[in-house]
């Protein structure tokens, strides 16, 4: 009867080196989300300017997305065409916003190696 109920054992390999290549693998990911938070601190604090209708109306934007300045020249500012107005600044904000976006997208590439990453 011994011998019988050892056959479905299976013998270990390898003595614990598993442990050793999850807890570097661990290590490795503590450091990279390291790098993120300081390069998503670095980001934050970034600004890009924009500008549309040939520089009537600039906008700046910061790496949280938020609106710092926005400027219009006074000789744009037409009672009766409001629309052209409200068009150049969504057009410098809309700018902005994908400026941001995209130095965003390249920071994280560079960290990330190009791996898609959910949620980054």
Do not use: C, F, H
Request: glycine share 14%; aromatic share 0%; hydrophobic share 35%.
């Amino acid at each position: 009867m011994g011998r019988g109920m050892r056959a479905g054992r299976v013998k270990k390999t390898g003595g614990g080196g598993g442990k050793k290549a999850q807890q570097a693998q661990i290590q490795q990911l503590q450091e990279m989300q390291k790098q993120m938070e300081s390069m998503q601190e670095e980001l934050e604090e970034k600004e890009v300017s924009t500008s549309a209708g040939g520089g009537v109306v600039k906008a700046t934007i910061n790496g949280k997305k938020e609106i710092v300045s926005l400027t219009i020249d006074p000789d744009v500012v037409d009672p009766d065409d409001v629309e052209t107005l409200q068009d150049l600044v969504i057009a410098a904000v809309n700018e902005g916003m994908r400026q941001i976006d995209e130095m965003s997208n390249n920071a994280y590439n560079s960290l990330t190696g190009g791996l898609n990453i959910p949620g980054l």
